[in-house]
């Protein structure tokens, strides 16, 4: 996506304020698809009053891949109408749902490759968690850090044909435990943020992800800072090389210290924020890792 251009079909921004220029300018802005493969769309009660301009722009980019800001705030049918000539061009879309009950249904998109779902309304819940339950096998990043921690309860309910294909994935989880299972419904994935709700982990049959390669980690809340939450003690990792934590508390040093060992994982880089640490860990860190990073509180 480019910085320069507006998402929105205003006449002052670019690209519709070259078309008032002169004729000239004109046609080079039609003569221009990529001008043309960004925008926004507000799916409310004035949609159909909204939707010629929107066509209209979206056959000037002529084929290109489009990046489109899709705002749900009533019935998605008639959104799902106006996009459906275009559905293989959308390579990049953003969902934000407001007062919306439906799902927009995605599994069709297959030129789709990054997804990032937001949440603005508790209406919105069930809707979301239907849109995201069914992914195009295409897509390879997807960024729901925005919405509701997710739970394995609710991971119960996704296909994971459309999941299997990601490569990088940003998600809030309502407990430690969904971990474990997020990695068993993605095991493409070669990077992942997880934030949340960190506590304990209980009963969970270990599970080896050979893909990931970077892991960063920030909990909203934990049970118990001095707790050791498990987490390594069910993961082997043989790939990772970058991995982020902040504000974890104390470290669990032998816990940490088993799972590289039996990952036999070279990291090239370690980073910790908020994190506890003795001095001989981090001398012992400093010895073992290219790039170990403390990196201070703000």
């Known amino acids: 996506m480019s910085d320069d251009l507006s998402f929105s079909p205003t006449q002052r921004r670019a690209p519709l304020i070259f078309t008032r220029i002169c004729r000239q300018w004109r046609e080079v802005a039609l003569g221009l698809p990529w001008l043309w493969t960004q ?49 293989q061009q959308i390579s990049s879309l953003e969902l934000t749902f407001w007062y919306c009950r439906d799902p927009f249904i995605l599994e069709d998109f297959h030129g789709l490759k990054e997804l990032i779902v937001r949440k603005y309304a508790d209406d919105s819940k069930l809707a979301i968690e239907r849109t995201i339950s069914k992914l195009p096998v295409n897509l390879r990043k997807m960024n729901i850090l925005d919405l509701p921690w997710i739970s394995c309860k609710q991971l119960d309910f996704v296909a994971d044909s459309g999941w299997a294909h990601l490569t990088h994935l940003e998600i809030s989880i309502r407990r430690l435990d969904a971990f474990p299972r997020i990695l068993r419904l993605c095991p493409n994935l070669s ?37 050791e939450l498990g987490l390594f003690k069910v993961l082997t990792l043989p790939n990772l090389r970058v991995l982020q934590a902040a504000d974890m508390g104390s470290w669990p040093q032998e816990e940490f210290q088993a799972f590289l060992t039996r990952s ?18 981090r001398e012992e860190y400093a010895a073992l890792v290219p790039c170990f990073e403390i990196i201070m509180k703000d």
């Open 39 to 87: 925008l926004r769309l507000i799916a409310d009660d004035d949609l159909r009053e909204r939707a010629y301009l929107y066509d209209l722009w979206l056959k000037r980019s002529r084929g290109c891949p489009l990046s489109l800001k899709l705002e749900c705030c009533t019935d998605l049918s008639e959104a799902r109408s106006l996009l459906q000539p275009y559905i």
């Open 191 to 227: 990077s992942v943020t997880i934030l949340g709700i960190f506590d304990q982990i209980e009963n969970q049959e270990p599970v080896t992800h050979t893909n990931l390669q970077c892991l960063y980690m920030c909990p909203s809340l934990c049970s118990n800072w001095d707790m």
């Open 264 to 281: 036999k994982c070279s990291l090239e880089c370690l980073a910790f924020r908020g994190v506890s640490l003795t001095d001989q860990q």
